[in-house]
Nanobody, 117 residues
Framework: QVQVVESGGGLVQPGGSLNLSCVVS????????MAWYRQAPGKQRELVAR???????NYADSVKGRFTISRDNDKNTVYLQMNSLKFEDTAVYFCNANLPGTAADYWGQGTQVSVSS
């Protein structure tokens, strides 16, 4: 059974930092494309950052230069380092594991990130 478990969310002041983690079990992790999405209240879920098995990355324009996605295939874990956080980064952040070309697509339950003074 596949499990996707996020952690690391919390309350932070503007300009602060958080590091999200996502541990996945039940898959051949290194073959999966991993991504972080977020959903703010009243808005659609949006892609924040993605990393392939070959560690190619892409980011939403709104987070470029502030967020960094990385992965540790030995630990079946993907990270999202978030710096210079802004009010508009407030959202539930979801981890996604996707195997390209297949129907294999798994989501975590999400972790809340709140940026507030």
């Amino acid at each position: 059974q596949v499990q996707v478990v996020e952690s690391g969310g919390g309350l932070v002041q503007p300009g602060g930092s958080l590091n999200l983690s996502c541990v996945v079990s039940g898959i051949t992790f290194k073959t999966y494309r991993m991504a972080w999405y977020r959903q703010a209240p009243g808005k659609q879920r949006e892609l924040v950052a993605r990393i392939t098995g070959r560690t190619n990355t892409n980011y939403a324009d709104s987070v470029k230069g502030r967020f960094t996605i990385s992965r540790d295939n030995d630990k079946n874990t993907v990270y999202l380092q978030m710096n210079s956080l802004k009010f508009e980064d407030t959202a539930v952040y979801f981890c996604n594991a996707n195997l390209p070309g297949t129907a294999a697509d798994y989501w975590g339950q999400g972790t809340q990130v709140s940026v507030s003074s």
